[in-house]
């Protein structure tokens, strides 16, 4: 069916009058509807799975689930971790403004200055992340120990005070989401750097720009989309994170990831789980609507 | 342990209404991880309780072990640094295949019980092999009660026990956890206790209380599992854990909110905590026994202290079992038994320093009488001790009297009572 009306569409000839209507109507249906599969086998189905898991109430012991329409779960679950999701929040916010803040420049420089290396200078910031993402964390943590070879050089010298030390404070874990998503905000907001035409700054400076107003005139406003998707980019994998808490962080720093990773794979506490996956989520999808709704959808298939 | 009472049959029918029905408010504590069971059973709303049978009913009989054969391959799961290691070989499995040949692959993936058991529970809930034909679970952690319970554990044969029957120890032979030895025989034995960096810690005392000093502020490991938490919590409040009450334990978690919040805790570690004590990150730890044993016969690692504290330590076991649908049932049994020579033991404890499940070892340990008279010479230069301080070891053949002071476990009564705990110790280690 979807077949034939698409092979009845070549380049926007008048489809035969009689059959016309009904085609007409289905027509973006149909078309649409690989796409509309592809989202429906595979978030919606899991979506609903993963709400209709919060109502069950599932045995510790054997792991069985059943349906117990618990609606209290979610509210009560996410009220439990509070606590926790608003770490988890301000430590991806921190995180992601950091990246923001160093990626900026780098991104900057490379498409306004790099020339006809520009591909070589991508190639190098992206290297250090060929290598898996819970080595590196895990080289952190070497790097970072009390006893490693960076604090017991610092200790040895007297830089710091005595009894100072990273590797399980929050510092720690902010600093390691901030290393470990930096190329999602260095992507993006390169590719919205480099479509900038630089005619653009030639023109703001004729008209007695200087550089600090044709930045703040120019260059950020042209570059928002992208800020905005490097935000997403970063701030939604950063706000589920849990390795970089896991292997850098301390007693006090718990964020929402651990939880939901002890919720399903030591507590079997599977409503639990699926609680605050929902709520991760559904936080996560707010985040997208709001840059749909802001700047416009077609932004995102540019950047996202 | 063995003094421990069993509680099992004495529980009242509506508590079983209430245990076997789903509640909806089951789940007021922040859900359930590793928690102590001797016997009792409370298996939630799970299928199995309502007298269907258990679904190794079948399995285990004299008839079913009978038409068993060797298949000359072993799967064996164990915790880490729990077996003789030299140069990346093992030499109690080493001449265990030379002997029976039987391939054994040894692997070290258990780093707690709880998640061990997610990883296991999943394929023994579908009916199918989990893979390792020996695992290794603690008999304070709720999971060993659950395998039992559920009827997850392959019942062992009796025909092949004569090497425990013969040497295994009063302390693990018949034990509360597993009466008569129907499912499980003990690995090692243990106690969680204190362990310090001498060069941090100039005077270490014998309290419990050195955990909560503040001058080791924020160099103190605490262990995330929240039975072995609260037990530390309930010891240093002066309460005996078995006879404790939830009074206590509100006490004990309100000791271990005031550590945590003072600064104090570095962190809540599995066995990892270890590394972090070698590597001078933290100063002063809840540990295992043997571990710490372990590093302090490492030259490199002369520092590590032991100090089993005066309010007492808590005294664990660690079984092996044979699970359910296992695919190699006969070569798990005859390498269980093979692990109750002293010969065995000997090669095995020279290096492990846990508690010996055979006391005789302590004889082969001074005088090896066969292929281990080889092995432990080949073993000396790696641990750089003479075998008679292993032999020697008050921690490795414990005298009655030191058993006598180790402390058991709490045994729950009721579900309701691990969300209690749970309820009270999990937020200490997963808050925020």
């Known amino acids: 069916m979807e077949r034939s009306v698409s092979a009845h569409y070549p380049g926007g000839v008048k489809p035969p009058r009689f059959r016309g209507l009904w085609a007409k109507r289905l027509a973006p249906y149909l078309l649409s509807l690989p796409a509309g599969l592809w989202l429906a086998l595979l978030f919606l189905v899991p979506l609903f799975l993963m709400l209709s898991e919060t109502l069950k109430s599932c045995s510790p012991a054997s792991g069985a689930c059943t349906m117990t329409w618990n609606w209290g779960e979610l509210p009560h679950t996410v009220n439990l971790y509070r606590a926790q999701f608003v770490t988890s929040l301000l430590f991806a916010l921190f995180a992601t403004v950091i990246d923001l803040v160093i990626s900026f420049p780098i991104a900057y420089w490379i498409a306004f200055y790099g020339g006809r290396r520009k591909n070589f200078f991508l190639i190098m910031l992206l290297v250090p992340f060929f290598v898996s993402f819970v080595i590196r964390t895990l080289v952190w943590e070497f790097i970072l120990s009390d006893n490693g070879f960076l604090f017991s050089f610092l200790h040895r010298s007297h830089l710091v005070p005595s009894g100072f030390h990273v590797l399980g404070t929050s510092v720690a874990v902010v600093a390691g989401l901030a290393y470990n998503y930096l190329p999602f905000t260095a992507l993006p907001l390169y590719v919205a750097i480099e479509r900038i035409d630089h005619r653009v700054l030639d023109a703001a400076h004729d008209l007695y720009a200087n550089r600090r107003v044709a930045f703040t005139k120019v260059i950020l406003p042209l570059t928002i989309p992208g800020i905005f998707a490097a935000f997403l980019l970063t701030f939604i994998p950063a706000f589920g994170d849990y390795i970089n808490q896991e292997i850098l962080g301390g007693t006090s720093n718990t964020m929402i990831g651990t939880v939901i990773q002890n919720s399903f794979l030591v507590n079997a506490d599977y409503p639990a789980g699926s609680s605050l996956s929902v709520v991760l989520l559904a936080i996560s999808l707010i985040g997208i609507f709001a840059y749909a709704r802001v700047l416009g959808s077609r932004t995102i298939e540019e950047y996202l | ?432």
Not at chain 2, 7 to 36: H, I, K, M, N, Y
Not at chain 2, 102 to 108: G, M, Q, W
Not at chain 2, 264 to 284: P, R
């Open chain 2, 1 to 432: 342990m063995t003094e421990r009472d069993n509680s099992e049959g004495v529980l009242d029918p509506s508590f079983w209404r209430g245990l076997t029905q789903p509640r909806v408010t089951r789940r007021q504590a922040l859900g359930l991880a590793g928690t102590g069971v001797a016997s009792a059973m409370f298996l939630g709303a799970d299928a199995g309780l309502a007298g269907a049978a258990l679904p190794n009913a079948k399995v285990g009989t004299k008839s079913w072990w009978a038409k068993q054969k060797l298949h000359h391959q072993l799967n064996f799961a164990n915790w880490p640094y729990y077996i003789d290691v030299l140069k990346g070989h093992h030499p109690s499995l080493d001449y265990f295949t030379k002997t029976t040949h039987i391939k054994v692959n040894y692997s070290e993936v258990i780093q707690d019980n709880p998640s061990f058991y997610q990883k296991i529970r999943p394929s023994l809930a579908a009916g199918q092999s989990t893979g390792y034909d020996i695992v290794v679970m603690t008999n304070n952690s709720v999971q060993l009660s659950y395998l039992i319970q559920l009827g997850w554990l392959t019942p062992l044969d009796r025909s092949k026990m004569t090497n425990f029957n013969k040497y295994a120890g009063p302390l693990i032979k018949n034990p509360s956890w597993d009466p008569g030895n129907k499912y499980t025989m003990a690995w090692q034995s243990g106690w969680t206790a204190v362990g310090y960096n001498a060069k941090m810690v100039k005077n270490p005392g014998t309290s419990i209380e050195i955990l909560f000093d503040k001058r080791y502020k924020g160099k103190v490991g605490m262990f995330n599992d929240p039975i072995e938490l609260g037990h530390a919590g309930l010891l240093a409040v002066g309460v005996e854990p078995a006879t404790s009450t939830e009074r206590d334990w509100a006490k004990a978690a309100k000791k271990l909110q005031l550590q945590k919040s003072d600064g104090i805790v570095a962190a809540y570690y599995d066995q990892s905590y270890i590394q972090h004590l070698k590597n001078g990150d933290i100063a002063v730890s809840m540990c295992f026994s043997g571990d710490i044993f372990q590093a302090d016969l490492n030259s490199k690692y002369k520092n590590l202290t032991l100090l089993l504290p005066h309010e007492g330590a808590m005294l664990w076991t660690d079984n092996m079992a044979i699970p359910l649908y296992a695919q190699n049932p006969l070569d798990a049994m005859t390498a269980m038994d093979y692990f109750y020579s002293p010969l065995t033991q000997s090669v095995v404890e020279y290096y492990d320093d846990y508690i010996c499940p055979v006391p005789s070892t302590k004889q082969q340990l001074v005088h090896p009488t066969g292929w281990n008279k080889a092995a432990l010479a080949a073993l000396k230069p790696e641990i750089g001790l003479p075998t008679t301080v292993t032999a020697n070891s008050s921690t490795v053949f414990p005298t009655p009297a030191r058993v006598a002071a180790s402390k058991s476990y709490y045994t729950f009564k009721s579900q309701a009572e691990i969300d209690a705990w749970n309820g009270l110790f999990l937020p200490i280690i997963q808050g925020a």
